[in-house]
């Protein structure tokens, strides 16, 4: 039975004397413990390099303005490709316009990220538990806060699908895509619910809910649904792991920066396991084009050009991944494999972006039968 990350204490103080974070953001440290009665015996004489604690990155560190701008940038990129994508995607194609695609694929970013928050929460703190060097400290839950966007953000396609079709929400209830986005939201609202309690855990039976709700969703079309059904449910689970669980152990890495054993310890662990989640993800992902994306239509398609553009990203994340690999079992600091699971972690913020795209696009099929 998993349970819920521990328990999360008070900050802790960053050591001073250290020049840049470990993550590489670049935060300054606080230095200033010179005395006034003598000279700082601790500081390196004249002509002396200082040598920068283990796990911390000894030159090339963003300060902490230039990784906020960067993260700004991201997230206005990030905002751009979902309310442009389907419509750049479409363009040429002669396919029909989906009214509120951009929004659409908007609010389904959020769904899908809210997914892979929460179950990263509840699946890295298993990661973390043998290691007996860890450090006693947690980072803070975003379960919670997670919960609450994806419900907000399953809401919110409710209220679209009903200005599009001219429904009332009560009628809108009624029809496949809105009582199926009404179960996702009450499901989200149930595992915020879990996550604010003592047991986090039982957070995984509503986003179980949650999963099975979406990949019904995501396929209504007539050949063969229950099979599309059940590799989304498999291909929708392994990525909110790989991409979630990610995200908390490179948290959890940057808080214990003055524990590079353990740091790296914990990034073994996750690569050991993100191996298993590559391999489900290429195979019901291979599966899922094979069945709906005739080749035909592969370049001519809305969904064959997103399709094209998802696995370009994938190889760039695949490659970040071997590096980061291959850097962790060279090197006993785990700095540099750090900065390269970073880089993974924002191409496949990409990846989420471009796979809500895929769910907004029309089916292919419609483009191969066309005479």
Request: proline residues 14%; neutral net charge.
């Given at each position: 039975m998993l349970s819920g990350p521990p328990a999360d204490p008070a900050a802790?103080?960053?050591?001073?004397?250290?020049?840049?974070?470990?993550?590489?953001?670049?935060?300054?440290?606080?230095?200033?413990?010179?005395s006034s009665t003598g000279p700082d015996r601790s500081s390196p004489g004249p002509g002396v390099a200082a040598t920068p604690p283990p796990g911390l990155p000894s030159a090339g560190a963003p300060p902490a303005d230039a990784a906020t701008i960067a993260l700004a940038a991201a997230g206005l990129l990030a905002l751009l490709i979902a309310l442009a994508g389907p419509g750049l995607a479409a363009r040429g194609t002669g396919e029909l316009r989906i009214p509120g695609a951009g929004l659409t694929t908007l609010l389904r970013t959020v769904l899908f990220t809210a997914l892979a928050v929460h179950l990263g929460e509840l699946l890295a703190p298993q990661l973390i538990r043998p290691l007996r060097s860890r450090p006693r400290t947690a980072v803070r839950s975003w379960s919670l806060y997670a919960a609450l966007a994806g419900a907000a953000a399953a809401a919110g396609q409710i209220v679209q699908l009903a200005a599009v079709s001219g429904l009332g929400i009560t009628e809108t209830y009624a029809t496949r895509d809105g009582g199926l986005l009404l179960v996702i939201a009450n499901g989200l609202v149930l595992a915020a619910l879990c996550a604010a309690s003592k047991r986090p855990a039982l957070a995984l039976a509503p986003l179980a809910v949650v999963i099975g709700a979406e990949a019904i969703r995501a396929h209504p079309e007539a050949y063969s649904p229950e099979i599309g059904a059940a590799l989304t449910v498999v291909h929708l689970t392994a990525a909110s792991l790989w991409t979630g669980g990610l995200l908390y152990v490179l948290r959890t890495m940057w808080l214990w920066r003055g524990s590079p054993v353990a740091a790296r310890a914990l990034l073994g662990r996750y690569a050991r396991l993100a191996i298993w989640l590559y391999v489900?993800?290429?195979?019901?992902?291979t599966a899922s084009t094979l069945r709906r994306l005739p080749l035909d239509v592969v370049f001519t398609s809305a969904y064959g050009r997103t399709l094209l553009v998802k696995l370009a990203l994938m190889a760039v994340v695949s490659a970040l991944a071997v590096a980061a690999r291959r850097r962790m079992l060279r090197d006993t600091d785990p700095a540099i494999a750090h900065r390269l699971a970073r880089r993974e972690q924002a191409v496949l913020g990409a990846v989420v972006v471009v796979?809500?795209?895929?769910?907004?696009?029309?089916d292919p099929h419609w483009v191969s039968l066309r005479p």
């Open positions: 802790p103080t960053p050591p001073t004397g250290s020049g840049t974070s470990a993550s590489g953001s670049g935060t300054p440290m606080s230095g200033s413990g010179t489900a993800l290429a195979a019901t992902g796979s809500a795209i895929l769910t907004v696009v029309p």
